[in-house]
C-alpha cells in the first residue's frame, strides 16, 4: 500500500510561487506516473499536471501552463509542483495521486491519493 504525503501548500499573495512536494512510502512509486490535482470549495476536482515514471513526459491542464512545474526525484520517491504567478483562481486543495502505467488525466484512473495541501492565494 503507497501513501502519498504532501507538503508546501500555505497562504500567499497573488504573483507569488510556491512549492508543493508529494513523499511517498514506497520506493515502487518511481515505476508509477504521478499526478497533481485541486478542488475548490464547490467545485469537482480538477486534473492540474502528470508526470511519467521516467520525468520524460509532463502534461498539464491549460490554465497551468508556463506557470506551474512538474518533477520528480525517483531517489526520494518525491515529487514537486512548483507554482509561480499565483492567483485567486489557484486557491484549492490540492492532492498528489499515483498509478501504474501511464499519465492520464482522469481522477479515477489513480489508485493513491494524498491527504491534499491547502493553497490559498490572496488578492
Known amino acids: 500500500q503507497v501513501q502519498l504525503v504532501e507538503s508546501g501548500g500555505g497562504l500567499v499573495q497573488a504573483g507569488g510561487s510556491l512549492r508543493l512536494s508529494c513523499t511517498a512510502s514506497?520506493?515502487?512509486?518511481?515505476?508509477?506516473?504521478l499526478a497533481w490535482f485541486r478542488q475548490a470549495p464547490g467545485k469537482e476536482r480538477e486534473f492540474v499536471a502528470a508526470i511519467s515514471w521516467s520525468g520524460g513526459n509532463t502534461d498539464y491542464t491549460d490554465s497551468v501552463k508556463g506557470r506551474f512545474t512538474i518533477s520528480r526525484d525517483n531517489a526520494k520517491n518525491t515529487v514537486y509542483l512548483q507554482m509561480n504567478s499565483l492567483n485567486p483562481e489557484d486557491t484549492a486543495v490540492y492532492y498528489c495521486?499515483?498509478?501504474?502505467?501511464?499519465?492520464?488525466?482522469?481522477?479515477?484512473?489513480?489508485?493513491?491519493w494524498g491527504q491534499g495541501t491547502q493553497v490559498t492565494v490572496s488578492s
Open positions: 514506497e520506493r515502487t512509486v518511481s515505476l508509477y506516473a
Open positions: 495521486a499515483a498509478k501504474s502505467g501511464g499519465m492520464r488525466r482522469g481522477g479515477s484512473e489513480y489508485r493513491y
